[in-house]
């Protein structure tokens, strides 16, 4: 069976939530062991931070206050403070989970005697680490180590800054860099940064809350929609150039081991010309590219285009909780087949895909309707 040139991504933040990854550690000892090494080589229970389980602390203040019902742990914000416990640990928490995920895929894969090679990979921001570490460039607790001090540097620079990222949609037409410009600029100075181009329609930009509160105001009766992305800094702008310093000394003084790559992977920020993202293979491009990360745009839209428009990639498969991202895609390239591979239906249908290439696109609507 001829498999169709076929690419493997992984998400980055906005795709995480509570619960994510778990059908894979309750049915995969593979999956498992991801989380129980997670916890020994950074010392947490990462279990309660996404799985969403209350502490025992918690759950015996509620039994000692009669309080047994979900609406009732509700009104206590439990689920919410456990929600925001995981915001604060997004990174690392959706890195373990999006390996967890691969390696659950690969077991399967190997189990039914599949044969499938990816011609690229690429990672959404953070999701880069993911796509390293399945490239064979690090391996998993290297990637651990990396991504959670990449975390705790990345929130500590927040914390000197009062600023945040506004994701600005125009369904209507594609964003153009005049728009860019437009919405970067006022008064003759940069008010704000492009942080990431998401899609054709949709950017990020980062900046100080008090700019992205008059950016806002700004573009209220425009034909831009303007929604705030839940994050705790200005990520990929200018304003987090000493945190990319900071990740640089610690890579450099670190005795972590870089291999080149074994599949190559579109990088998220290495550019001439910021619509042509280089392809890198080597252990000095990973380090200069995971550097320039933190405080460079996220060329996401140019990735995605790379993949189908140069390479011809006629499939992508997603690693790690992938609606979002799987959504982006489909709408800028709809004859492009997207599979995720984030709990085990995904992951059986996956595999499906590739027993049988294109089988569930090709049948008919009638068709479907019969297997419901």
Not at 205 to 223: C, H, M, P, V
Request: contains cysteine; glycine residues 6%.
């Amino acid at each position: 069976m001829v498999q169709p040139k076929t690419a493997y991504i992984f998400p980055g933040q906005g795709s995480q939530y509570l619960g994510m990854g778990q059908d894979f550690y309750d049915h995969f000892e593979i999956a498992a062991f991801v989380f129980y090494r997670a916890n020994r080589i950074l010392n947490k229970e990462f279990e309660k931070v996404i799985f969403g389980k209350i502490p025992d602390k918690v759950r015996d203040m509620v039994s000692r206050s009669h309080i047994f019902f979900k609406e009732d742990m509700d009104e206590l914000g439990i689920k919410r403070g456990l929600k925001t416990q995981l915001d604060k640990q997004v990174q690392i928490a959706t890195y373990i989970t999006s390996w967890a995920a691969f390696c659950a895929f690969r077991e399967r894969v190997k189990d039914e005697e599949l044969t499938v090679k990816p011609e690229l990979m690429a990672g959404h921001s953070f999701g880069e680490y993911a796509a390293l570490t399945a490239a064979g460039v690090i391996n998993y607790d290297t990637g651990l180590q990396l991504v959670n001090q990449r975390e705790h540097i990345m929130v500590s620079r927040a914390k000197d800054i009062d600023g945040g990222l506004v994701a600005i949609i125009n369904k209507r037409r594609p964003l153009t860099q005049e728009d860019v410009r437009n919405i970067s600029f006022y008064g003759g100075r940069e008010v704000l940064h492009i942080a990431l181009y998401n899609s054709s329609k949709q950017n990020v930009f980062g900046g100080t809350n008090k700019n992205i509160s008059a950016s806002k105001q700004l573009l209220k009766d425009s034909e831009f929609r303007v929604i705030d992305v839940p994050v705790l800094g200005p990520w990929h702008t200018p304003f987090m150039n000493p945190a990319s310093e900071r990740l640089q000394a610690y890579i450099e003084e670190g005795d972590f081991s870089f291999k080149p790559a074994q599949i190559p992977i579109i990088s998220n920020t290495l550019t001439d010309d910021l619509v042509n993202p280089k392809v890198i293979t080597r252990p000095d491009e990973v380090k200069t590219e995971l550097v320039n990360q933190l405080d460079h745009p996220v060329l996401w839209a140019q990735t995605i285009r790379k993949m189908v428009e140069e390479n011809k990639i006629e499939r992508i498969f997603i690693f790690g909780p992938g609606k979002i991202t799987q959504r982006i895609i489909n709408d800028e390239y709809p004859d492009v087949r997207v599979c995720r591979v984030e709990d085990i239906q995904t992951l059986e249908e996956t595999i499906e895909e590739i027993r049988h290439p294109g089988r569930k696109r090709e049948q008919s609507p009638e068709d479907e309707k019969g297997h419901d």
